[in-house]
C-alpha cells in the first residue's frame, strides 16, 4: 500500500468549488488506483483580525478544519498571510501550522510521502516537513507557479531552493521543465505527467442543437481562464470585435472584471460579448460544444485543462506558442497557434469558422491525454521516490 500525503494550496472547497478542480480531479484519479491510500492537506491563508472578517476570507474561515470531500479525506487548516509582502513568508507559516497538524494525522495515517501540488508555498513547505518527518517529498509545477513564483525575488530562490532539495519534481509539459531548468532547477529530477481529460464529460454533440439552448445564431467563440492579465481576455475580446456576427463567451471572474466590461463597452459589442462569470466546471461541456473555436490568448500557461476540455468536446482552440501549446497541438484539424495579438487571432478565428475541422478529428488531439494516464503515470512516480528512498535506507544501515 502507498500511503500519499496530498499538500495543496489550490484545492476546491464550498466557497470556490472551481478553484484547483484539476487538482481535486488528479487526486480522485489517484486514490480510486488499488494500492493507494492517501489523504488531502488543502492549507487555507488567512490574514490577521480583523482583515479575516471581510471578503472572501470570512468565507474561508467559515469551512470546516476537516471533512469528507467526494469521498476523499480532507484538512483544512489555516495559516497566516500576511498582506503586502509579496509572498516572502507563507512557506514559513505554511511549516508552523501543519507541523502539529501532520503529527495528528500520521497517528491515524503513516504517510510514505508528501506530494505537493502547487509550487509555492506548498513546495518549500513540504520539504521542510518532508525532513521532519523523515519521508520522501515531490513537488509539481503547474505553470502560473513557475511564471510569478518562482520569478518574484522575494519567493523564487525559496522556489528554487527547495527544487534542489526535494526527491523528485513534475512538470504538465515539456516546455515547462526546461523553463524549471533554466532557472536551476535540477532537470535530471524533473519528470513529465501530462493532465488528463474525462473524455466522457467533454465530448462532441449536435453543435447548432448546443447553440440553440444557448440563445445564439451564428458562429461562437468560447473562452475559458480567470479575469486576470494572464490570460489575455483583451486580446480575445478585440479580435472578435474585428469578426463581424461571430458571439464570444467567457467563463470565468477575476480583478480584470472591470477592464473588460469598460473594453466591450467602448467597443460597442456587449450583445456579442458575455462575460459568464464563474461557470461551474460541470457546466462546461455544453458551452464548449456548442462552440466553434476555443480562443485563449494566455502568456504563460503550464498544459492548460481548458485546451484539452475543447478538443475532447469537438471544438478546435486558437491558442499561443507557450508552455505545452506544440504537444497539445498535434494535427491541423486541432487548430492554430497564433501571436498575442488581436489580428493573429481574428485571423486563426476564422480560419476555423470558415473551414471548420471535423470534431472527431479534432477530439482525436485530446485522446493521448486521460485521467487514467495520468493517474498510473503518477502512481508510478511517487512510488518509486518511496522505493528508493527505502534502498537508500537499507543501504546506509548495511
Not at 24 to 39: D, M, N, P, Y
Not at 232 to 252: E, F, K, M, N
Amino acid at each position: 500500500m502507498l500511503r500519499v500525503l496530498i499538500l495543496s494550496t489550490l484545492f476546491p472547497d464550498a466557497s470556490r468549488p472551481n478553484f484547483g478542480v484539476f487538482v481535486e480531479r488528479q487526486t480522485l484519479g489517484l486514490a480510486a488506483r488499488e494500492h493507494v491510500a492517501l489523504q488531502v492537506v488543502a492549507p487555507l491563508g488567512i490574514p490577521p483580525w480583523p482583515l479575516a472578517g471581510f471578503g472572501h476570507y470570512r468565507a474561508l474561515s467559515a469551512l470546516p478544519l476537516c471533512e469528507q470531500w467526494k469521498g476523499l479525506t480532507v484538512h483544512r487548516p489555516r495559516f497566516l498571510n500576511f498582506p503586502a509582502t509579496g509572498g516572502r513568508h507563507h512557506a514559513a507559516m505554511l511549516v508552523r501550522a501543519l507541523g502539529p497538524v501532520l503529527e495528528h494525522i500520521r497517528r491515524d495515517f503513516p504517510f510514505d510521502i508528501i506530494n505537493a501540488e502547487y509550487f509555492f508555498p506548498d513546495g518549500p513547505a513540504a520539504v521542510e516537513l518532508g525532513r521532519r518527518f523523515g519521508v520522501p517529498v515531490a513537488i509539481k509545477a503547474r505553470g502560473s507557479d513557475i511564471d510569478h513564483w518562482a520569478r518574484s525575488p522575494a519567493t523564487g530562490p525559496q522556489v528554487v531552493a527547495a527544487a534542489n532539495r526535494a526527491d523528485g519534481l513534475l512538470a504538465v509539459s515539456q516546455a515547462l521543465r526546461e523553463d524549471m531548468a533554466a532557472l536551476g532547477m535540477p532537470r535530471e529530477r524533473i519528470e513529465c505527467i501530462y493532465t488528463g481529460v474525462d473524455l466522457t464529460r467533454f465530448a462532441p454533440t449536435d453543435r447548432d442543437a448546443a447553440k440553440a439552448a444557448l440563445g445564439i445564431e451564428g458562429p461562437l467563440v468560447a473562452s475559458v481562464g480567470a479575469l486576470i492579465p494572464r490570460k489575455g481576455h483583451s486580446i480575445v475580446i478585440d479580435a472578435v470585435a474585428a469578426l463581424p456576427g461571430v458571439h464570444l463567451h467567457i467563463a470565468g471572474e477575476g480583478p480584470e472584471r472591470p477592464r473588460l466590461e469598460a473594453q466591450i463597452a467602448r467597443l460597442g459589442i456587449g450583445d456579442r460579448v458575455r462575460l459568464l462569470g464563474p461557470v461551474a466546471h460541470d457546466a462546461l461541456p455544453p458551452l464548449l460544444a456548442a462552440a466553434d473555436a476555443m480562443a485563449l490568448a494566455s502568456r504563460f500557461e503550464g498544459l492548460a485543462n481548458a485546451w484539452l476540455e475543447a478538443l475532447a468536446s469537438g471544438t478546435p482552440v486558437v491558442i499561443t506558442d507557450v508552455g505545452g501549446a506544440r504537444q497539445v497541438m498535434n494535427s491541423a484539424a486541432a487548430g492554430r497557434i497564433a501571436a498575442p495579438a488581436p489580428q493573429a487571432f481574428a485571423e486563426a478565428i476564422r480560419a476555423l469558422i470558415v473551414a471548420p475541422p471535423e470534431p472527431a478529428a479534432v477530439r482525436a488531439a485530446a485522446e493521448p491525454f486521460t485521467w487514467e494516464a495520468n493517474g498510473a503515470a503518477l502512481h508510478g512516480f511517487l512510488r518509486g521516490l518511496v522505493d528508493r528512498r527505502a534502498a537508500a535506507g537499507n543501504r546506509t544501515a548495511a
